[in-house]
């Protein structure tokens, strides 16, 4: 749910004109909204949209990264997924139901 | 909803990281302490949002949030809303500065319309207004 509104949010600062990047973890429930530009770490569960606790690096790898979508020729509405093996777990992100 | 699905709006990002401000959104229940809590009791969910300032110190936040284990946030509340993060790569030369305001809100709610239609608008306005930001990063929680 909250990686749903999420986007919500995101779509209406990017219509004020200011570009925007979301690090998502429910990848498929974002991606049902059309995120303008999206990084999924894959793997990460819930709760640890940077990574763990503690995890400096890491967190700073991953909003490094993020904020590099910017420059990059991302696409509109897809999600941008990357690796970060010192993160040590794969957790299955949420599934959307199909109806 | 009255946005397409089809059509995502999408701004260029025209300038350079390293002279740009950045602000964070956050889904992920996150507000200072001496702030109101978000009002997890109503099953509707809550539609409103807390502005947290640039100088916040992590140690005055917290999460109130019922629909995710945010004990890994309560550690170290930088794995939802990365301000210390920031401020690392701030001091690389990564970004340029850190925004005026940042916003927490609690992502969960059955009240979708007012959501889309009232609380996304509201924080894209404090944005905009307030928080001088070049670049927002938002987070899910």
Do not use: W
Request: net charge negative; glycine share 8%.
């Amino acid at each position: 749910m909250c990686h749903r509104t999420v986007v919500a949010v995101q779509r209406e600062i990017e219509m004020k004109g200011v570009p925007t990047v979301l690090i998502t973890v429910s990848p498929e429930v974002s991606a049902q909204m059309r995120p303008p530009r999206a990084l999924y770490p894959n793997g990460f569960k819930i709760g640890n949209s940077l990574g763990k606790p503690g995890l400096r690096d890491l967190q700073k790898k991953v909003l490094r990264d993020a904020l590099t979508l910017l420059t990059e020729n991302t696409r509109p509405g897809e999600i941008n997924t990357r690796e970060y093996p010192e993160y040590g777990e794969y957790h299955e992100p949420p599934r959307v139901k199909k109806v | 909803m009255s946005i397409s699905r089809k059509c995502v709006p999408f701004t260029p990002f025209e300038g350079q990281l390293s002279k740009s401000t950045i602000a964070i959104v956050t889904a992920g229940g996150v507000h200072l302490k001496d702030q109101e809590a978000f009002n997890i009791a109503d099953e509707l969910g809550d539609l409103t949002f807390r502005i947290l300032p640039e100088d916040v110190e992590t140690s005055d936040l917290m999460v109130t949030h019922h629909h995710y284990d945010h004990s890994d946030a309560d550690e170290d509340i930088n794995v939802v809303f990365p301000i210390d993060v920031l401020r690392d790569l701030r001091d690389e030369g990564f970004i340029g500065g850190i925004a005026r305001k940042h916003v927490g809100y609690m992502g969960y709610t059955m009240q979708l319309k007012a959501m889309y239609e009232g609380t996304a608008r509201e924080i894209a306005n404090e944005i905009d207004k307030g928080s001088r930001a070049d670049v927002v990063v938002l987070t899910g929680g």
